[in-house]
């Protein structure tokens, strides 16, 4: 089973700012990078997270804390879908699950709620940086 605060390096960087790991519900995909690499290909992706409230602002719409930038990148990838990827980019959620072959990778999933769409798997996870959104 997928835990967090195991399986990704850094993720007490995000979990400062949430608490428990975000559901990246409703956060947007701002840039995605792909690297070859000497040996191994990774994937970064910058992705502007925030937490939802149940306030209700004076418009009727939820009220929104907590907004960073958290850049994740994972290394060692094959990479299953990439694709939708336009001015937007809301995704639904971030799936990290670990492999069902028991080879200690992961399987990642970013659906879209609208634009960019992300599948996946990867030797290793890293929170590499989290920085306010000045949006």
């Known amino acids: 089973m997928f835990d967090p605060q195991e399986d990704v390096v850094n993720s007490a960087a995000l979990m400062s700012a949430f608490g428990p790991w975000p559901s990246f519900h409703d956060a ?65 959620g971030l799936s990290i699950r670990r492999s069902e072959h028991g080879d200690g990778r992961f399987s990642v999933e970013i659906p879209p709620n609208y634009g960019c769409d992300v599948s996946l798997t990867c030797g290793s996870i890293e929170v590499a940086g989290v920085e306010p959104w000045l949006g």
């Open 28 to 92: 947007e995909v701002a840039s995605i990078v792909l690297r070859r690499g000497p040996q191994k290909p990774s994937l970064e992706c910058v992705i502007h997270v925030f937490e939802m409230t149940s306030d209700v602002d004076e418009r009727g719409n939820f009220v929104l804390r907590n907004h960073v930038l958290v850049t994740l990148r994972f290394d060692d990838i094959v990479l299953n879908r990439l694709g939708g990827f336009n001015h937007q980019n809301a995704i639904d």
